[in-house]
């Protein structure tokens, strides 16, 4: 839209009539195959490249109040105390899913993983809990047969 008194040269004028959009939109082969939300957050590392080695690698603490970093924890829902069984599954499917190694290290105890892996399995990724029965030897229960 023009402004009152002004008027475009006529070069540009021509230009901007010659420019003729296609009409016809090519569909290009898709190189990056589905991911999930997750695995689409900036800077997300698979599975396997967030996860220690080994459970023998883990070293959270069996007991006591565990002040999550903000990259891992709600606003107002940073601590959580270790003993308390529900918040600690709750904790450390947050930790799995999206926590990077050196946070699985720091903040998972091997003996309460174990202990409460039967409970946090079902609720994580299958590929996620898949590697982390690998790593760390854990195995779901199988469901009983009644």
Excluded at 23 to 46: C, E, H, N, T, Y
Excluded at 59 to 81: M, N
Excluded at 88 to 111: E, S, W
Aim: charged fraction near 25%.
């Amino acid at each position: 839209m023009a402004q009152p008194g002004f008027e475009p040269k006529p070069a540009l004028r021509n230009r901007a009539r010659r420019c003729v959009l296609p009409s016809v939109i090519s569909i290009q082969p898709v190189i990056i195959g589905p991911m999930s939300f997750a695995d689409w957050l900036a800077g997300r590392k698979p599975h396997a490249d967030r996860l220690p080695d080994g459970i023998e690698e883990l070293r959270g603490p069996s007991r006591g109040v565990i002040v999550l970093p903000r990259h891992l924890a709600f606003p107002g829902q940073r601590e959580c105390d270790v003993t308390d069984d529900a918040r600690r599954r709750n904790m450390y499917g947050v930790v799995l899913t999206q926590g990077q190694r050196n946070d699985v290290a720091r903040y998972l105890n091997p003996q309460l993983l174990r202990q409460d892996w039967p409970l946090i399995a079902g609720a994580l990724d299958p590929r996620l809990r898949g590697t982390c029965e690998r790593r760390f030897g854990l195995r779901r229960p199988e469901p009983s047969r009644a």
